[in-house]
């Protein structure tokens, strides 16, 4: 037979005055009269907090919370945060929090590697609450930083392509960001792949270039990576191995054999005819 843990009452209902955590679990409740008893037990729901951020979270970067009870309706939702060694606090609405209903979005100025947070359910209707869920721990990674890299080794001739790469060691989900002569983003160039193509390489595609990366809304930007220089040039008249000039000059080096040979052709072919 299980042990009471509260006094008895003479009065229903029995009151918590100040509900911790401490206080979830199973309720079991005895009513008497005379010398017969009867006697019930209050399941408090269950109640589980996710998270609903891309993982992993990086420095700087929002994290979203979601809260699911278990069972019944008409729910509104508490929330808690801890840091070690410390007592639960009760979070609000403010700058740094923001709840809507079952999520709770943390800026990611309030994103601290080691917090711990909880939530439950509560309403107006028996259960009125629900078990505290289970605990979120946050894991706060350093900001990433992409490196950029070039499908050309020296410089890139003039009509030919170039293809810059955006690497990065994290799960997909980032968009890609490029820059040309200053970060400005105002200026840059949004690829969904970490490849920025120019199929026909110019004079004015020279310069320094950057990349970095970005997910979720609003946008979480990663580091830019460091500067690539893409050098165009043009192959010069001396290189060209057929221009122009080279052309002409083998003509009028042939020239005089080929007038030649035309004449002799002819002569022999009105002398075949007579």
């Not at 911790?20 to 005895?30: A, R």
């Not at 269950?46 to 420095?59: A, I, N």
């Not at 002409?248 to 040979?261: M, N």
Request: charge should be neutral; glycine fraction near 6%; charged fraction near 10%.
């Amino acid at each position: 037979m299980a042990t009471s843990l509260y006094p008895h009452t003479t009065y229903n209902p029995y009151m918590i005055s100040s509900v911790t955590q401490y206080d979830s679990g199973t309720y079991t409740c005895s009513g008497y009269r005379g010398r017969d008893s009867q006697s019930s037990e209050i399941n408090l729901p269950t109640t589980k907090l996710t998270v609903e951020s891309q993982s992993p979270v990086f420095t700087g970067e929002s994290v979203t919370l979601k809260c699911e009870v278990q069972g019944y309706l008409w729910w509104a939702y508490q929330w808690y945060k801890t840091k070690a060694q410390s007592q639960w606090t009760t979070v609000s609405q403010s700058v740094f929090y923001t709840v809507n209903r079952d999520t709770l979005t943390i800026n990611g100025d309030a994103v601290v590697n080691g917090d711990q947070y909880q939530c439950r359910g509560a309403r107006n209707n028996r259960p009125t609450t629900s078990q505290y869920s289970n605990t979120v721990t946050l894991t706060v990674h350093v900001k990433p930083t992409p490196e950029l890299t070039s499908s050309l080794t020296g410089a890139a001739l003039v009509g030919n392509p170039v293809t810059l790469h955006c690497k990065m060691d994290q799960p997909a989900g980032w968009s890609f960001y490029w820059s040309r002569h200053t970060q400005n983003p105002e200026n840059e160039t949004n690829t969904a792949t970490n490849s920025y193509n120019i199929s026909s390489v110019a004079p004015s595609d020279g310069g320094h270039y950057w990349c970095r990366a970005g997910r979720g809304n609003p946008v979480y930007y990663t580091n830019y990576s460091d500067a690539i220089w893409v050098n165009v040039t043009a192959l010069s008249h001396s290189e060209a191995p057929f221009s122009i000039l080279s052309l002409l000059s083998s003509l009028l080096a042939v020239s005089p054999y080929l007038l030649v040979s035309i004449v002799l052709g002819v002569k022999c072919y009105r002398a075949h005819g007579i």
